[in-house]
């Protein structure tokens, strides 16, 4: 992977720690001042909690007042981009942040190239999402706008962060790789259980539809769209949990050094 | 000799379920509540007294109480009617002339709540026998034949009144010989909605002629539920429809008007049962349950819109009433006081005795209690109605003092005798159920499993316990009668008690073999709690008439992470073998559209039988058959040890060929696919005899190969159930219907696709369950008994034979089923037959524990109970299959796989 920023680093160094713990303690002098100034600028922790909230307020947005009626048609364009934007935001936010750490390799690509693979993964996964969809027993003749809205809205949470953040190396980690998980960087693993977390919570939420209750939320993409959006903000919200966790066991490993 | 013993345990285990199950199903069901006793002229009271003793009786004048008040009746049943399309101005702008003749109140409107199911048949019994009936009744006469009850027709014939049917052909079997002159439709073509009634209402201008000689006429109009079940009650056809039946009434009134007759002639249009928003039926919702009964008497007020509700039941006694015949004796109806206006107050009080004396031996027959407070007023109503009678004075409000005390008496009795009907043996099921909880205890940890000897002192403890259960809780179970059947029966029951619990294992060992085990195979991750959650949707009832969406739901969430387990581990042949798998599957899907949901949606199969579309179904089922040869080819090549290819393979190659060529041009005679060239000889070769002979020499053939089979490798038995497995599709081929006649090629291409993977056994034989399931949803079946296919049954007979025409829809329905468990034990072998055993145990286990919980449900009789028929169907089947295959083991001296792994 080209792409190596400071949390690979740190990620590195942590790994290393606890080999550090069991076996050699003086081998790897880590500047333990630096990793605690950085980890403070962590540049994934703040996209994270900022696409957590926006996506929260979507949830609750589209929970209330009967809004989700926008995604069984062309309306749910707006909820489309309005993902889009909070997707582009975040990785507005995420590029600053790390553009201002220092000592790190930037990656170099060329924007049109970028735009163009971008434009061809996300035509790729609408038509991908759109055969599951009929496979997984959507209306084949009947309703080909919704079927059509979810498809776009699940390639809106799945591959778009995914190919803003990593590019070109968006199919291959998507659907070739599992074994390889050590050499991932967290931007990777965070994409793939967002993928996974995002696909799951649609085939969940499709669980609401046999009941005879016979309300409008239970027509066909709503509790699957719905699912889709609980699914990436599941994802987003475990982002920061797992920071967290990896945050309070570096001091604990600090601790237990001193 | 390890095989025998556990093979012996699995059949005892199996026999332990159905007995379970059978224990559960009388003790759910109450069975033997139709009484076919019919009432008399004689039994219209002819004395009332209050007292037994002291008073003399009063002798009424029954000749001129209670005779024939009406001239004719005109019996109007609109199949599929809604309340709503009488009080809506939405749809009643259609029928102005009715709704005219109800605002003047010329006429008057009852909303009528009738009961699940809401299917003809049961409706027009409860119509005619004033009975409620149960759905065991309609399993028992799921052939239609004939009423046994008393029911009005069946009076009105023995007055030698004059009864005349147009309508539904279900009327002309469930009354045969009872009708003057009757032309039967059918309800088979959903799409025809107007020749259907055409037919009916052709008849009305020689009936409705001045010297007509009939007495009672019955009109039953099918088009309006077909629009229902094509377009829903909104289809842009339901306004000609609604104004065709206004019409219709109008003509019969004017008929009616035109009369030269004393007495007036009543008009009686009600439905058997509504329609839902989308135009099925057979639940429970309001628009299925309430249906409108309009009544019209000639040159008589009505009362117009009557906001109270009346049953369907109700109309039994007052039309009794009104035409002066004896009341059916198992009627659980109540007088219509609102219909009784045209008699006088002497008439009315004595219809209100004699109904309220009718049902009162009914309740009396069904050990109603004394001392209830509505039998107090029973009893006040006779005694008033006897001083009444004695006084001589005629006090109007003395007399509605004494309908009320009837009514509410009646409406007492009628709800017992009503719930009396839904009467559980709670004892005898909750037995059931422990008795099911230690089988499938048992089967969980099979291999731990050790049948020991009963042992006598247990016997007689247990005795005791059950005689102090009895004593203390005062229950009425069939387990506390102390007769010689009953304590035969408890000491059965408490013997396997006995020897389920000497034989348990040490119960958490296989669980932690379990965990162990499989921690790496991650498919048990998805397929664990698939199945658990399977088993958790058995308490909704909306995911009960929707199991297969469930099902369709986790088999495609499989698919697809196969899909994507096998892309990123680029084996890409097999990437493309299951997307292929998951589109047959999408088809087949659609091939039927079965549950609530999609009632009246239009499925591939529909499509494929209209007859434009002929060509295309003949595509469909040649290459489907073409399909069959090749699967069937490819299963004879696996099991045939020696590649050479010998006389004998051909001459089965051959015979193949032929019962599947029989097998189109039976669907050509029965003119569901386009005639071939040479149609003549053809039809002379490939006769249906010919398919029976082939099919028969088959068998010969496929037994000599297994005979001669050497038994290495387990190849007898792998080439005995191959040999079952190609009988059965061949005989499938026959008996599904044309459109579905790709379904088992895929049946078969999926369950190869499965086979010989390393999964453990739990895992596979999940997978296979669910795909029973679903092969028995594709086919068009589901967990109502509507849907069940009666056709297959007739092809090929002559004559009507009921044990043949039984195999044959048990087969074309579980036909599937047993196709996929066949495949599980052709992988799986002994484990694979104890796991699909546990499975089944656990479904039908929890059910049970459902319908005990749920007993007093809404849906009990609706949705409950056709699963709970479904499920105890599918343990007798997985019961005969096991025990088939543990003969089969036997036989071939096949050793398990787990000493083969050894």
């Given at each position: ?258 | ?73 005109v019996l109007m049943v609109i199949d599929g009617i809604r309340y709503d399309f009488f009080t809506e101005s939405e749809y009643n702008v ?440 399977h088993v958790l949707s058995l308490f909704s009832s909306s995911y009960i008439e929707e199991e297969h969406q469930l099902l369709y739901h ?349």
């Amino acid at each position: 992977m080209a792409k190596k920023n400071v949390r690979s680093v740190i990620k590195k160094l942590e790994s290393s720690s606890v080999l550090i713990n069991s076996s050699n303690p003086t081998e790897y002098k880590a500047p333990s001042a630096f990793i605690q100034t950085e980890a403070n600028k962590d540049p994934e922790l703040i996209p994270h909690c900022f696409s957590s909230f926006c996506y929260l307020g979507l949830f609750v947005w589209l929970l209330l007042d009967r809004n989700y009626n926008l995604l069984i048609d062309r309306n749910s364009m707006i909820i489309i981009v309005t993902c889009y934007t909070i997707e582009f935001a975040k990785f507005a936010c995420h590029s600053y942040l790390v553009s201002r750490i220092t000592n790190q390799i930037k990656p170099k690509t060329n924007p049109i190239f970028w735009a163009l693979q971008f434009i061809v993964s996300t035509v790729l996964a609408v038509g991908v999402s759109y055969l599951f969809s009929i496979l997984f027993g959507a209306p084949l003749t009947t309703k080909q706008e919704q079927t059509f809205v979810f498809s776009v809205l699940a390639t809106a949470l799945i591959i778009t962060p995914t190919a803003i953040q990593l590019g070109s190396s968006i199919l291959p980690l998507l659907l070739t790789d599992c074994f390889e998980t050590e050499f991932d960087s967290t931007v990777e693993v965070f994409e793939k259980n967002n993928f996974r977390a995002t696909i799951l919570g649609g085939f969940i939420g499709a669980a609401v539809i046999p009941f005879d209750w016979e309300t409008e939320w239970q027509r066909w993409p709503i509790p699957c769209s719905v699912g889709l959006i609980a699914g990436h903000l599941l994802a987003n919200v475990y982002e920061i949990i797992c920071w967290q966790f990896k945050t309070l066991k570096k001091y604990s490993v600090k601790k237990n050094k001193f | 000799m390890r095989l025998t013993k556990q093979s012996v345990t699995l059949l005892y285990l199996s026999s332990c379920t159905i007995f379970a199950n059978l224990l559960f199903l009388y003790g759910f069901f109450s069975f033997g509540y139709n009484d076919s006793r019919t009432s008399m002229p004689n039994d219209i009271p002819s004395t009332i007294r209050p007292n037994q003793n002291d008073s003399e009786p009063w002798r009424f004048d029954t000749r001129r109480l209670y005779h024939k008040s009406v001239n004719k009746v005109v019996l109007m049943v609109i199949d599929g009617i809604r309340y709503d399309f009488f009080t809506e101005s939405e749809y009643n702008v259609n029928m102005p002339f009715t709704t005219d003749l109800i605002k003047q109140n010329r006429s008057c409107l009852f909303r009528t709540r009738v009961n699940a199911p809401t299917v003809t048949m049961p409706r027009i019994k409860a119509l005619t026998t004033g009975t409620v009936p149960n759905f065991i009744d309609l399993v028992l006469n799921l052939d239609s034949s004939a009423v046994q009850q008393d029911s009005i027709i069946y009076q009105a014939r023995a007055a030698n009144k004059q009864v005349i049917f147009y309508g539904d052909e279900t009327w002309l079997k469930l009354f045969p010989n009872s009708f003057v002159r009757h032309d039967g439709t059918t309800s088979f073509y959903i799409s025809d909605y107007t020749e259907v009634d055409n037919n009916v209402t052709r008849h009305l201008e020689n009936e409705l002629k001045p010297t007509a000689d009939w007495d009672i006429m019955i009109l039953h109009y099918l088009g309006l539920d077909h629009i229902g079940h094509t377009g829903g009650p909104r289809s842009k056809l339901m306004p000609n429809k609604l104004s065709e039946m206004d019409n219709i009434i109008r003509r019969i009134v004017n008929y009616m008007d035109s009369e030269k007759s004393e007495l007036p002639s009543v008009l009686i249009v009600c439905g058997d049962h509504g329609m839902r928003d989308n135009g099925g039926h057979g639940g429970s919702s309001t628009g299925e349950v309430v249906v409108p009964l309009f009544v019209y008497f000639k040159n008589k007020k009505c009362g117009g819109y009557i906001k109270e509700e009346i049953m369907q039941t109700d109309f039994v006694p007052s039309i009794s009433v009104i035409m002066g015949l004896p009341i059916p004796s198992s009627s659980t109806g109540k007088l219509i006081n609102k219909i009784l206006q045209n008699l006088n107050i002497n008439e009315i009080l004595f219809a209100y005795h004699y109904n309220s004396q009718q049902m009162y031996t009914n309740y009396i027959s069904k050990k109603g209690l004394l001392n209830k407070a509505f039998m107090k007023d029973y009893d006040n109503a006779i005694l008033y109605y006897y001083d009444w009678l004695k006084r001589e004075t005629i006090s109007i409000n003395q007399a509605h003092s004494v309908i009320s005390l009837y009514e509410s008496a009646l409406s007492g009795m009628s709800n017992y005798i009503i719930g009396s009907i839904a009467k559980f043996d709670v004892f005898l099921i909750i037995v059931s159920i422990v008795l099911s909880i230690q089988v499938w205890l048992l089967l969980v940890d099979f291999d731990a499993v050790n049948i020991q000897f009963i042992k006598v002192s247990r016997l007689v403890y247990l005795m005791l316990i059950r005689w102090a259960v009895c004593v203390w809780l005062q229950c009425d179970s069939v387990l506390c009668e102390f007769t010689a059947t009953f304590n035969l029966l408890a000491s059965v029951i408490i013997t396997m008690f006995i020897i389920n619990l000497g034989s348990f294992g040490w119960p958490i060992s296989s669980l932690i073999r379990l965990e162990i085990s499989d921690f790496n195979n991650n498919n048990l991750f998805y397929v664990l709690p698939g199945s658990f959650i399977h088993v958790l949707s058995l308490f909704s009832s909306s995911y009960i008439e929707e199991e297969h969406q469930l099902l369709y739901h986790l088999w495609a969430g499989f698919s697809a992470l196969q899909v994507y387990k096998t892309f990123i581990l680029h084996s890409y042949t097999t990437t493309a073998k299951w997307i292929l798998s998951m589109i047959l599957h999408r088809i087949c899907k659609n091939l039927n559209t079965i549950g609530n949901q999609s009632s009246g949606v239009y499925s591939l199969g529909d499509w494929f039988r209209e007859s434009q579309n002929q060509i295309y179904l003949t595509i469909l089922m040649v290459v489907g058959l073409c399909c069959i040869f090749y699967a069937s080819i490819n299963i004879h090549r696996v099991i045939k040890n020696n590649k050479r290819f010998n006389i004998l393979s051909a001459i089965i190659f051959v015979l193949y060929f032929w019962t599947l060529c029989s097998v189109y041009m039976y669907r050509v005679e029965t003119k569901e696919v386009a005639v071939p060239y040479g149609y003549n000889i053809l039809k002379l070769t490939f006769s249906l005899h010919s398919w029976t002979i082939a099919w028969y020499l088959l068998i010969g053939c496929h037994t000599f190969l297994v005979i001669k089979q050497t038994n290495r490798n387990n190849n007898k038995f792998n080439s005995a159930v191959c040999s079952i497995i190609i009988l059965l599709i061949l005989r499938l081929s026959l008996l599904l219907r044309p459109h579905n006649i790709l379904v088992p090629a895929v049946l078969v291409y999926t369950c190869k696709l499965l086979q010989f993977k390393i999964w453990n056994t739990l895992t596979t034989t999940t997978l296979h369950y669910w795909l029973s399931l679903m092969f028995f949803f594709y086919q068009g079946n589901s967990n109502s008994v509507g849907t069940l296919d009666i056709v297959p049954g007739y092809i090929g007979q002559t004559s009507y034979n009921p044990v043949v025409a039984g195999i044959h829809i048990f087969t074309h329905t579980y036909g599937l089923p047993i196709l996929v468990y066949l495949f599980l034990v052709l992988d799986q072998k002994f484990s694979g037959l104890q796991t699909l055993c546990m499975l089944n145990v656990t479904q039908s286990c929890v059910y049970n524990l459902v319908i005990l919980l749920f007993r007093n449900h809404l849906f009990i009789w609706s949705v409950f109970s056709p699963k709970l028929l479904y499920i105890v169907m599918f343990t007798s089947t997985t019961y005969v299959f096991s025990a088939l295959i543990i003969i089969l083991l036997t036989l071939c001296g096949t050793s398990t796989k787990k000493e083969l792994e050894i």
